[in-house]
Structure formats: structure tokens, C-alpha cells
């Protein structure tokens, strides 16, 4: 899953960004591109899109897109 997400310009961005999807039960891996400003989630479990897009505003960052 392909998150396209608003606001991240940085190290600190990327680290906190990939921390918060991290964190999320049922995640194996987060990686997130600061060139194009997205995050590549891999997940055991089918992930709630609302959910996301909670844990990405807590991080402080917008989620504008969700790519299956």
C-alpha cells in the first residue's frame, strides 16, 4: 500500500512518519521517500484507511492519498 502524504521535508519527517505507521499492530514495514513524498506500508492484516489517516495527523502530517 502506497501512502501519499502531505507536509514531510526531512530526516526527522521521514523517521517520525515511518515510527507512527510503525507502530500500527499488524505492520512489518514502513518506508517512507521524501522525494516524492510517500510512504510504502507492508501489512499482515487489511489496514483500516480512517486509521491511517489518524495516525499520519498525529504525527502531524496530512495523508492525501491511499494507492492499493
Do not use: Q, T
Not at 515510527?19 to 492484516?45: F, H, Q
Amino acid at each position: 500500500m502506497k501512502l501519499i502524504i502531505e507536509g514531510m521535508s526531512c530526516n526527522h519527517c521521514k523517521m517520525r512518519v515511518e515510527k507512527a505507521l510503525s507502530s500500527i499492530e499488524g505492520v512489518k514495514k514502513a518506508r517512507v521517500d521524501l522525494d516524492d513524498g510517500s510512504a510504502v506500508v507492508e501489512s499482515s492484516v487489511e489496514l483500516d484507511r480512517e486509521f491511517l489517516r489518524e495516525v499520519i495527523d498525529e504525527a502531524g502530517y496530512v495523508l492525501k492519498e491511499i494507492k492499493d
